[in-house]
């Protein structure tokens, strides 16, 4: 089936650097990702995606980038603020098919 | 637009009583999902509907879950007889029902089986 790496576990930044988190996807039918976001206590909301027939998306400070030869993508999250600090999944679909692989996750931490 | 209501937010019960989550996903919303998530295991889909029909419950543990949706506005995933190790945030997510479109997650139930 369908298996989803995400890394790393655990990221610290300080506030206002950068952060990069990676997934790798296994699936060459893939062709969805969206990033989700996890406050404490909170379920999971999407922030942003991007579909195979784009290389790269951005929206304000996040940005997700595609690499469908390598089977890999990323997103960056640059000026980060405290309220940055969160769990971040990554998930894949295939066309046609609704259910999401979500990876391990990622829990970042924004140093002030 | 009150998003997808869960209920109850907490749930605390003893080995071998039956649960029941409940929830209400978005109006017009088509499909909708129940996830579990353990630090273990991370987020596994349980099951989903499109149409208020069982689409694939291939993630649902064994026979003492069951889920059903009788409507399009109310779901429950029944856990009978549950046993600690289903302690977990329970969440239930919706979407319009195509591939490619957002799930909208609910704010979960914490469950806690002693």
């Known amino acids: 089936g369908e298996n989803v790496e995400q890394h790393p576990s655990t990221l610290s930044v300080q506030e206002g650097d950068s952060a990069v988190i990676k997934c790798t996807y296994s699936?060459?039918?893939?062709?969805?990702f969206p990033w989700y976001k996890q406050e404490l206590g909170k379920g999971p909301q999407l922030i942003i995606d991007?579909?195979?027939?784009?290389g790269e998306k951005k929206d304000q400070r996040i940005a997700v980038t595609l690499n469908k030869t390598a089977k890999h993508f990323s997103l960056h999250i640059t000026e980060t603020q405290p309220e940055d600090s969160a769990v971040y999944f990554c998930?894949?679909?295939?066309?046609?098919?609704?259910?999401?692989?979500f990876g391990t996750g990622t829990r970042l931490t924004i140093i002030p | 637009d009150a998003g997808v209501i869960q209920s109850p937010r907490h749930e605390v019960t003893e080995m071998g009583q039956e649960v029941t989550l409940r929830c209400k996903p978005i109006?017009?919303?088509?499909?909708l999902f129940w996830y579990r998530q353990t630090m273990m295991r991370g987020l596994e889909l349980l099951i989903y509907?499109?149409?208020?029909?069982?689409?694939?419950d291939s993630g649902m543990p064994e026979d003492r879950f069951s889920a059903k949706m009788p409507n399009a506005s109310f779901s429950t995933l029944k856990i009978q007889p549950s046993e600690p190790r289903d302690s977990a945030v329970y969440f239930c997510?919706?979407?319009?029902?195509?591939?490619?479109?957002?799930?909208?997650f609910g704010p979960g139930t914490r469950l806690t089986v002693l």
């Open positions: 997510a919706s979407s319009l029902g195509l591939s490619g479109t957002t799930q909208y």
């Open positions: 699936d060459s039918a893939s062709n969805y």
């Open positions: 991007i579909r195979s027939n784009v």
């Open positions: 998930a894949e679909s295939n066309f046609g098919n609704e259910k999401l692989t």
């Open positions: 109006s017009g919303h088509n499909s």
């Open positions: 509907f499109n149409n208020n029909v069982p689409i694939d």
